[in-house]
């Protein structure tokens, strides 16, 4: 049975596991005089034994369907003759994407050799058995777990109480998910990021100036060894921030304080939703607006100057991106600026003066460590956005400080490396998670700079 | 005495300056706003100039004259000779009696006009009524793409129009004549991807959008309520609970292409799950959405008001039963809320899925959950990635369809927050 029936079966059986034990409460309290007797009512004694039913052959099954595909690759691997085993992984994801084609029939078996039809029977056979006892013990733990359950209801037994810790580890679950999730992120980027740096040392990574990881794919090819300095892609992502960030905080900043200071109730309600809807707009929309009008535009306007640009400046993909960010910028420091006490408001517009001269000479700099933590946020963004940058900015890792040059960003390289085919040892696809390792570490250093600003900054008025 | 006085003149004098300076602080305001508000327009106005071409598809209708000797077929409900028949011939041969001065000797030049896919139409139509054979019959059949370009953005310089001028007097004559026609795209709404335009369609993209998003609400509300729920009523003040909150605060603003690394070697390389499949996607997406939903699912139990717990821990409720009898209840319009503005994040978001493997180009519609898939947002990268702009007008077509889901679902989360929300 496929695992999505699987999981319906098992709902539907522990549905069956509370009727059970609803029913049985109730016919134990019944010659007692009525279910006052119990102690809980009816519905924790079936949810007890639903649970029960449920949450072991759940577990069981989640288990078998994240593991049984691995197990089932390194059983077919090891299942090959002798003189086919893959010397390498990348050849073995080759060799087992080419069984499961011949497996799933897409491949007729006339093309590929005798083993390789070989072992995709035996795929087929394993994953029929591997279906077959996934099928028995969810069934059976679950049954046998409902039937336990339903046989140790009694009066006396407290079943809400039960129910209640077993929800509560539940809920205490679904909350320390986040912490598994940090734990997930971090040991996948360090893991390969580890293995690439013993292929590649740290300090040409960190210090080389060269980027370009066309490894050779044979040992008999004639191909560029590949170099990969990470200082050209570092300096894009900067460059481009920094163009995002010129057109955001000004834009974002003036538009918040017109709002929070000046605005009347009407303004504010029709602008702030319109503001809004930039935060909604998917980024690959943007992306899509930068590559086919942005760029354009500014590469023709340039050639009207007699400048030269290229048709994938940086100044097109980082101006789009702060359009993205405007919205998120005007809103943090909105917030901001309205956390600052009226009474600093009132004292100043009391000394007489104006509320330009208020803003700038007294809310302002009161509301300067918020904004900056709002700024760094943004900053964090920018470094982390992908899409614009993939549609609009190129490729070619130019060491440059000119908008109007392409140059490539950590998010691009990182897409570029992993999209299409890949070989999980080899350089190329190693650089990629020690890029996502160095892109994960920079905006969580600036989030936590960011957030712990902001927090100190509301705890001094609050 | 008249130092006083000349303190007020002082004052005075610079009044001028300061009010002209209060109006130009107003002024930079407004312009922000302004600019701000004018790109929001034009990002909209590109989109929908770009893109509501692609809306309309470009058909020929003629009598088709479905002879069977021409056709090498005597028997349409003959499976075996259905494979076997021309179907493109009686098709060229009512074109060119439509076309006027075309003659046997440049079919060629006539059957460019004529979409590639058109002889399949003809096949299907001839299926399902086999009666047809020997008839003559009014028949709508697909343009060729290059006529489509050519209808549509004649004249306009960004499209090259690759008919030769002979084949554009044609179709000029065509369209005066009525046998070249624009109606609603509904191949576009009906079909998965295509390498050709004209038969490119985002059905497919919708579909695993659907998928993959089912995937992500069935995982993400109940996980995300039930951590809020933890953190705000049962967890105790200790480390542990702290770091969680770090963790959940932090999470929320990891780039959400490191989402997709992490789900290519935790889903796909550890677990061996198939690449650019819905469940994947949903799975990387449930890890993305939920600091999102756990935050505002927390703002919405906080602003329960304390005195309806006491009141159900008063008549002897214990904290369960005060929580899911009486506090999520309350709380759930603004968990609702907040978790429909993640689906649509969840829903606009492409970077991890490329990451993921569903960037391949595939023409089927998904049938399930582990069906190899795209979704709407890869769609569009995909189709703006290609140098022919009839993709490209089709690529706006979808960012339309896209922003109407969007805009759709920020809709309901707003009335259901109008609609369900107690102020207390």
């Known amino acids: 049975m496929q695992p999505a029936n699987l999981l319906l079966l098992t709902i539907v059986l522990s549905m069956v596991a509370y009727g059970l034990g609803y029913a049985r409460s109730r016919s134990l309290a019944m010659p007692m005089g009525g279910i006052r007797h119990l102690k809980s009512l009816p519905f924790y004694y079936g949810a007890r034994a639903a649970l029960w039913c449920g949450i072991p052959a759940l577990l069981v099954l989640g288990l078998w369907a994240a593991f049984q595909g691995k197990v089932i690759q390194t059983l077919i691997i090891g299942s090959l003759p002798q003189e086919m085993l893959p010397a390498s992984e990348g050849e073995a994801s080759l060799l087992l994407s080419k069984i499961s084609n011949v497996a799933s029939g897409s491949l007729p078996p006339g093309f590929a050799e005798a083993p390789i039809v070989e072992a995709a029977e035996r795929l087929k056979a394993l994953r029929e058995q591997s279906r077959m006892f996934m099928t028995t013990l969810v069934v059976s733990v679950s049954v046998l777990a409902g039937f336990l359950g339903w046989l140790r209801v009694r009066p006396a037994l407290n079943a809400r109480t039960q129910v209640e810790s077993i929800l509560k580890w539940l809920f205490f679950a679904c909350a320390a998910l986040a912490i598994l999730t940090t734990i997930g992120i971090i040991f996948s980027v360090a893991f390969e990021t580890f293995r690439f740096f013993q292929k590649i040392p740290f300090t040409e990574f960190i210090f080389g100036s060269q980027w370009s990881p066309q490894t050779a794919l044979r040992a008999d090819q004639v191909a560029a060894q590949g170099a990969f300095g990470m200082i050209p892609l570092f300096t894009g992502t900067l460059l481009i921030s920094a163009i995002a960030m010129l057109v955001a905080v000004p834009v974002g900043l003036l538009s918040a304080i017109y709002l929070s200071e000046y605005a009347n109730k009407k303004v504010r309600g029709v602008v702030k939703p319109l503001l809004e809807m930039l935060a909604g707009i998917p980024t690959v929309v943007y992306g899509f607006f930068a590559a086919l009008t942005v760029a354009p535009f500014i590469s023709n306007f340039a050639a009207s100057l007699g400048i030269d640009a290229s048709s994938q400046s940086a100044l097109a993909a980082g101006g789009v991106m702060g359009i993205m960010i405007i919205p998120f910028v005007s809103s943090l420091s909105d917030d901001v600026i309205n956390a600052v006490p009226q009474t600093l408001r009132d004292g100043s517009l009391a000394l007489g003066a104006t509320q330009s001269e208020t803003m700038k000479k007294v809310i302002f700099p009161a509301a300067l460590p918020g904004i900056m933590g709002g700024v760094l946020l943004a900053v964090s963004r920018a470094i982390g956005e992908t899409m614009i940058v993939v549609m609009a900015a190129g490729l070619a890792a130019n060491l440059t400080a000119n908008p109007l040059e392409t140059v490539t960003t950590v998010t691009v390289q990182i897409v570029t490396l992993l999209t299409g085919d890949q070989e999980f040892d080899s350089a190329k696809t190693l650089a990629a998670f020690a890029l996502g390792a160095m892109l994960f570490l920079a905006t969580l250093l600036l989030n936590v700079v960011a957030l712990k600003i902001v927090r100190k900054y509301r705890e001094q008025y609050d | ?424």
Do not use: C
């Not at chain 2, 470009?58 to 002879?67: A, R």
């Not at chain 2, 069935?218 to 105790?236: N, R």
């Not at chain 2, 809320?337 to 994040?345: K, L, R, V």
């Not at chain 2, 890869?378 to 339309?400: D, K, Y």
């Open chain 2, 1 to 424: 005495m008249t130092d006083q006085r000349s303190q007020a003149e002082i004052v005075r004098q610079s009044l001028k300056r300061r009010y002209r300076k209060e109006r130009r602080f107003r002024a930079y305001g407004i312009l922000a706003i302004a600019i701000a508000l004018s790109a929001l327009v034009v990002l909209f106005v590109d989109i929908i100039g770009k893109g509501y071409t692609g809306f309309t598809k470009t058909t020929i209708t003629m009598e088709v004259e479905l002879d069977g000797e021409m056709m090498y077929l005597d028997d349409a409900t003959d499976k075996k000779q259905i494979k076997m028949a021309d179907f493109v011939e009686p098709l060229l041969q009512a074109l060119i009696r439509q076309v006027p001065g075309a003659t046997e000797e440049n079919r060629d030049a006539v059957r460019d006009l004529l979409n590639p896919y058109a002889s399949n139409e003809l096949r299907d139509m001839l299926e399902q009524n086999p009666e047809w054979l020997g008839t003559t019959q009014t028949l709508t059949v697909l343009a060729h793409t290059d006529v489509d370009v050519y209808v549509k953005h004649a004249g306009d310089d960004a499209y090259s129009i690759k008919l030769s001028d002979r084949q554009q007097r044609w179709v000029d004559q065509l369209v005066e004549k009525e046998v070249v026609q624009t109606s609603f795209n509904d191949v576009f709404f009906s079909s998965g991807d295509s390498r050709d335009p004209s038969r490119a369609g985002i059905l497919g993209a919708i579909v695993g959008s659907l998928l993959t998003m089912l995937v992500t609400l069935v995982l993400s509300f109940p996980i995300g309520v039930a951590a809020a729920i933890y953190l705000e009523e049962f967890a105790p003040q200790n480390r542990l609970t702290d770091f969680i909150e770090v963790n959940i605060n932090n999470l929320a603003a990891v780039p959400s292409i490191i989402f997709g690394l992490l789900g290519l070697a935790v889903f796909i390389n550890l677990f061996g799950m198939p690449r650019s499949v819905p469940v994947v996607g949903g799975l990387v997406l449930t890890l993305m959405t939920l600091p999102t939903i756990i935050i505002s699912s927390r703002a919405a139990i906080k602003s329960v008001p304390p005195s309806i717990r006491e009141a159900a821990e008063g008549i002897g409720a214990s904290k369960m039963q005060v929580v899911l009898h009486h506090v999520l209840p309350l709380a759930m319009p603004g968990m609702l809320t907040g978790s429909i503005i993640g689906m649509a994040q969840a829903l606009g978001e492409t970077a991890p899925l490329l990451l993921i493997g569903m960037v391949a180009f595939i023409v089927d519609v998904p049938d399930g959950f582990f069906d190899s898939a795209t979704v709407l947002p890869v769609q569009v990268f995909l189709w703006a990635g290609s140098p022919e702009l009839a993709f490209i007008e089709r690529a706006s077509a979808a960012i339309m369809v896209l922003l109407a889901f969007l805009v759709s679902m920020n809709a309901l989360a707003i009335w259901l927050r109008k609609r369900l929300e107690r102020r207390w």
